[in-house]
Nanobody, 125 residues
């Protein structure tokens, strides 16, 4: 069983920055999983934010965050990060970490097998 726990969310002013962390616990070895971040705003569907391949050599981003967000992973400590810069109010959402057994990164939530509970990010204008 893969357990993912997100942290690092909070309230920030527009233009500010946050770094989210996703830690895998138990016997999980995240180097065997493609990892991603999704977000869900109140009343909206869950949407893809970013993904990284097993080694971290390939990354994928939603157009809405490209150039502002950066996904990275540190496999030795079973942790994935999402660095968010130049935040805007439209980034307000609950951010979820997800893991997939597939070898390729995907923008489709249905292709991810495990999910964390999420961390709230609120950007004020």
């Amino acid at each position: 069983q893969v357990q993912l726990v997100e942290s690092g969310g909070g309230l920030v002013q527009a233009g500010g920055s946050l770094i989210l962390s996703c830690a895998a616990s138990g016997r999980t070895i995240i180097s065997t999983y493609t990892m991603a971040w999704f977000r869900q705003a109140l009343g909206q569907q869950r949407e893809f934010v970013a993904a990284t391949s097993r080694s971290g050599g390939l990354t994928y981003y939603a157009d809405s965050v490209k150039g502002r967000f950066s996904i990275s992973r540190h496999n030795p400590i079973n942790t994935v990060y999402l660095e968010m810069n130049n935040l805007i109010p439209e980034d307000t959402a609950v951010y979820h970490c997800a893991a997939s057994r597939r070898t390729r990164g995907s923008r489709l939530s249905g292709e991810y097998d495990y999910w964390g509970q999420g961390t709230q990010v609120t950007v004020s204008s």
